[in-house]
């Protein structure tokens, strides 16, 4: 039933963290061939930030464990290199930075979900005094099938790729769909450990 | 402007000094030298302690992630990239919608509880909806199955014990074929062999022509030598056997090396004895995965649920468990759904009690016989035994039927008015009977009608002629259908009315009878007359029976019951109001 030897073809990666209460944040990488079939799974111990790292890193936090940290680091485990990888939750897209491989949010960046370190104003007062805040920040969409997808701003050439990929691969995906199973698989590994 | 003072009234001025200096006088005293004397100044000297401010460092390098990685092989996970069909494709196929508004219906392959490595456990999460499966493999369906039949595909899927236990006429079959055709897809069996009852054959050949028409087929039949050699063929993937064949083989499957990837049995209720012979055969032959199929897993004791978990799982259960340990026991094996849960839209059953009154000649006849009976029974005393009733309850039930010396029939007379109701509305009919004989008379009875027989003295070749006429001529309205030949696995879902001529000892298989009119694909209402000739043992029989019931179904919903949901010696013997000799025991009829 498993093996290491992963099918040499083309994939596509998902990409989420949740935070469970109390343990911490986790993080779940699932590959899928073109038929929408598991090729890799890989995820991650819960980490804790602690009290310094939340107070100091304030609004990049989670920008910063979900895609530098846990996303960058799933991402580099897995053997299959992916044309596209989509993720659920709008901070990890910051793992973008740190890869060549295109990364999309599902969907649109919710209220709830923190914005990412380049979205970040910093506005400079007479005093010297100096103050950050959040802004809307220009999200770059693309259509993929009936799925919306978001793009950093930084990576706007990604928007091009992303479409030629998803027509190459002929993908017919809903893509909210893997996110299930990749939750559903960190419920039973995090509840096996 | 301001007006001008008058200057007739301006002052005159006047001048005058005054000395302001107040003298003051200097009295000396003592403090006069101490007030000139310069303070006296001294110094102390501290030393800092640090000599720079306090600072904490707080460290931010990137931790190192502890992670868990699983790779699945390609076969398992499709390597053999398919093109994606189209959506197009999608829709012809019939198949759940491809795009993301089909999202509404995702059924997923759970993990059984007895897969234990994790990853093992994720490779069955991780896959995608069996709905999505379906698509991607362009498995064509000649109809849209129904969301619950997804849920027992998935089910039977990733096991390797099972029991498909849905109510008749919830396609069992059709969950059973599909699941067997993802498996050999995914390359996780390459054998199948299919057991079911001997009439059940030809109906297992049109449903995999209809459900998987790609899965190549051979039922296994003919002469001992040709037989040997289906049985030793390996190119054929499904093969399809019965029961009967099965024993008569018995030797060349002992002696064989014959392993089977996966061992499906069509009516499983048929290896509940655990000695009898079928059920050794069966247990005797090499396999991996067993499923087994049956509307009534517990047709008579949980001893017949015992009796087909040492095929799926030898040991795990045992008869004198609590109902409610065994209930928990089997729950993760056993998937079964009735109609009323999960078919909102099938028809009703409408239930008709035709209580009828013996015609003088049969009430005549049957008085005597009972009181004859019962005489003879008590002469017997000790050397009673549960077969000298059971004659006699047949005897009784046969006069309720016909009378044997005049031939009249209380019973007949209307269900003749109502057959002719049936045939002058163009619908059809299947009438039940124990008897072949009573469906013999009957026959010549109903001449006028033209009804078809199906029962165990209907050669096997020509079955599958009578029921394709019932359906297909429509001058024929009336099948006269025995209880043994009829109560399994047959579609005729064409028929509106069913009539229970007699009553059969267990009301489970009284529902499977009525189930072959009342399942998917009913036009409409099934409407079923049960006779019942008053003052008779089928009365007595009818009130014990009512109970069994409504016990034939707590058992499978895990509540409390007693053992056994037939009649059991003592009931049969209290029918007469006999006492049961001393040896104990509980046979179920």
Request: hydrophobic content about 40%; glycine content about 6%; aromatic content about 8%.
């Amino acid at each position: 039933m498993l093996s290491r030897q992963p099918a040499m073809e083309p994939t596509v990666g998902f990409l989420t963290v949740i935070e469970k209460d109390g343990a911490g944040w986790l993080g779940g990488y699932l590959v899928l061939n073109q038929r929408a079939r598991p090729v890799e799974f890989h995820c991650t111990a819960p980490i804790k930030p602690n009290r310094a790292q939340e107070i100091l890193y304030g609004p990049t936090l989670r920008p910063f464990v979900y895609g530098e940290q846990i996303g960058t680091t799933l991402i580099q485990k897995a053997k299959s290199k992916p044309q596209l990888i989509f993720t659920d939750t709008a901070p990890a897209m910051s793992a973008r930075d740190l890869i060549k491989t295109p990364i999309g949010l599902v969907g649109l960046p919710t209220a709830k979900q923190p914005s990412e370190p380049g979205d970040i104003n910093t506005s400079h007062r007479l005093d010297g005094a100096h103050s950050t805040t959040l802004s809307e920040p220009h999200w770059v969409y693309v259509q993929l099938g009936e799925n919306e997808i978001t793009l950093q701003p930084q990576h706007a050439d990604d928007q091009a790729l992303i479409v030629r990929h998803w027509t190459e691969m002929e993908l017919q995906l809903d893509l909210s769909e893997p996110f299930e199973r990749v939750h559903q698989a960190l419920a039973e590994a995090y509840q096996d450990a | 402007m301001l007006p001008k003072p008058p200057s007739s009234i301006a002052p005159s001025t006047s001048l005058g000094s005054a000395d302001l200096i107040t003298p003051v006088q200097l009295y000396s005293s003592g403090w006069d030298q101490a007030i000139r004397r310069l303070p006296k100044l001294s110094t102390n000297s501290t030393t800092h302690l640090h000599a720079t401010p306090d600072c904490v460092s707080v460290s931010f390098q990137p931790t190192r992630l502890k992670t868990h990685g699983f790779v699945f092989t390609p076969s398992a996970a499709g390597a053999s990239v398919a093109t994606p069909r189209s959506a197009a494709t999608a829709a012809r196929a019939g198949g759940p919608p491809s795009s993301p508004q089909g999202r509404s219906t995702r059924t997923r392959i759970k993990p059984p509880s007895d897969v234990i490595k994790l990853q093992d456990r994720l490779f069955y999460m991780l896959q995608p909806p069996l709905e999505s499966i379906l698509n991607s493999e362009s498995l064509s369906f000649p109809c849209q199955p129904f969301p619950y039949q997804y849920e027992g595909i998935a089910f039977l899927y990733p096991r390797f014990a099972a029991i498909l236990a849905d109510e008749m006429g919830l396609g069992k079959t059709m969950q059973a074929i599909t699941a067997v055709r993802l498996l050999l897809r995914a390359g996780e069996v390459r054998s199948v062999l299919l057991v079911c009852p001997k009439p059940l054959v030809t109906n297992w050949q049109r449903e995999f022509a209809l459900w998987a028409p790609e899965v190549p087929l051979d039922v296994i039949s003919g002469q001992q030598h040709r037989r040997r050699w289906q049985w030793l063929e390996t190119q054929v993937p499904v093969k399809v056997t019965n029961y009967e064949l099965l024993v008569r083989d018995r030797e060349l499957l002992e002696n064989s090396s014959l392993h089977f990837d996966l061992m499906v049995l069509d009516e499983a209720q048929r290896i509940k004895n655990r000695s009898s012979t079928t059920s050794q055969v069966v247990r005797g032959i090499g396999r991996s995965r067993s499923w087994a199929l049956t509307g009534t897993p517990i047709e008579n004791s949980v001893e017949d649920l015992v009796g087909i978990f040492e095929f799926l799982s030898p040991g795990s259960l045992s008869a004198e468990m609590e109902p409610r340990r065994m209930a928990k026991k089997v729950g993760d094996y056993i998937i079964r759904r009735t109609k009323d849960k999960v078919l909102d839209d099938l028809p009703p059953k409408l239930f008709r009690d035709a209580n009828v009154d013996l015609t003088p000649a049969q009430q005549t006849t049957y008085k005597m016989a009972e009181q004859q009976g019962v005489i003879e029974l008590s002469e017997l005393r000790e050397g009673i035994t549960i077969q000298h009733v059971f004659e006699l309850v047949l005897r009784l039930k046969q006069i309720c039927n016909f009378d044997p010396k005049t031939g009249e029939s209380c019973k007949l007379e209307r269900l003749a008015a109502d057959l002719d109701e049936v045939a002058a509305s163009g619908k059809k009919a299947i009438v039940f009977s124990q008897w072949v004989k009573t469906l013999q008379r009957l026959d010549q009875s109903l001449a006028h009608l033209r009804p078809l027989q199906y029962h165990g003295k209907v050669a096997m070749g020509r079955r599958d002629s009578v029921l394709r006429e019932f359906k297909e001529d429509a001058t024929r309205h009336v099948l006269l259908m025995s209880y043994g030949a009829g109560s399994v696995g047959l579609n005729l879902q064409f028929c509106e009315y069913v009539f229970l001529f007699d009553r059969w000892w267990n009301p489970a298989v009284e529902d499977q009878a009525i189930n072959r009119a009342h399942r998917i694909g009913s036009a409409g209402p099934v409407t079923i007359t049960r006779f019942l000739a008053i003052g008779t043992i089928e009365e007595r029989i009818d009130e014990v029976l009512q109970h069994k019931r409504a016990i034939f179904d707590a058992v499978l919903s895990h509540a409390e019951t007693g053992k056994s949901l037939g009649l059991t010696q003592h009931e049969i013997f209290g029918l007469f109001n006999l006492q049961q000799p001393p040896p104990s025991g509980s046979n179920a009829a």
